[in-house]
């Protein structure tokens, strides 16, 4: 497909279980977030794509790994995917299995605009605990945060606080990371203490509700881009008000 400016979209929710129609509902909900959208191809493991002629009743029936196959438009000058997989407990928070869903879309004026609506519209129809919404490259330098000295040694970026992995976070709601455009559910929002008025008068001057009680937070205005040196400030003070994230808050 087509190199063009991505925007990423991460959203981890409970593990899948039996002929979970969440991966049906994901689906839909992009759908109705950015107009005209129609994801009835998908891409094989040699980067063909086949028609769904019968895509509902598919994306309910293959659920393979705890996840589901990457899903598209069809449309190789404007590519917008999407698929999920499993991630045993053994290497997620809290000892518990997950269900994450990634997403691309074009980083374009249409991409931008539908932002936090499809990041919103993955979420909630995964029942997700939290998931982000961030440019391809800041996304390849957040994920530079996470670091381990035995599995991933390692120096955060940029003066950015270390990470750690997934399985040393303890509890599931809790965020590994942050990003530009950030879904935290009531759960993980309650995990971290957001929000509180007399200190996030900033964040939740660009932040919304949504149907079932999260937040959608965005740290900047613009994309985020950390070669600006006002959103890597920001990425900074939100890592500050938020110790929780990413674990650093426990031992």
């Excluded at 991630?87 to 997620?92: D, L």
């Excluded at 309650?190 to 937040?215: H, N, Q, V």
């Excluded at 070669?227 to 939100?238: S, T, V």
């Amino acid at each position: 497909m087509t190199t063009r400016k991505k925007l990423g979209i991460i959203v981890y929710a409970p593990a899948l279980v039996g002929n979970d129609r969440r991966t049906l509902a994901i689906v839909q909900e992009m759908e109705r977030a950015l107009p005209g959208l129609r994801m009835e191809w998908e891409v094989s493991e040699d980067g063909r794509l086949n028609a769904l002629p019968q895509r509902d009743a598919r994306l309910v029936e293959r659920i393979e790994d705890g996840g589901f196959p990457l899903v598209c438009n069809g449309d190789e000058s404007y590519p917008v995917t999407v698929w999920g997989r499993g991630t045993s407990g053994r290497f997620s928070p809290g000892g518990q299995a997950q269900f994450e869903v990634h997403a691309e879309l074009p980083l374009d004026a249409v991409g931008l605009s539908a932002a936090a609506d499809v990041l919103e519209a993955m979420a909630e129809a995964a029942r997700a605990l939290w998931g982000h919404a961030t440019p391809f490259r800041a996304g390849v330098e957040i994920a530079r945060q996470t670091i381990d000295p035995v599995h991933k040694p390692g120096v955060p970026p940029r003066g950015l606080p270390a990470l750690k992995l997934p399985e040393k976070i303890p509890a599931p709601e809790i965020p590994h990371r942050l990003g530009w455009l950030n879904y935290w559910s009531a759960a993980a929002a309650r995990a971290i203490g957001f929000p509180d008025p007399a200190r996030d008068a900033e964040l939740l001057s660009c932040s919304r509700r949504t149907a079932t009680g999260g937040w959608v937070v965005k740290l900047t205005d613009a994309p985020l881009g950390l070669d600006n040196p006002a959103h890597l400030d920001a990425l900074k003070r939100a890592y500050a008000r938020f110790p929780e994230i990413g674990g650093r808050s426990t031992p």
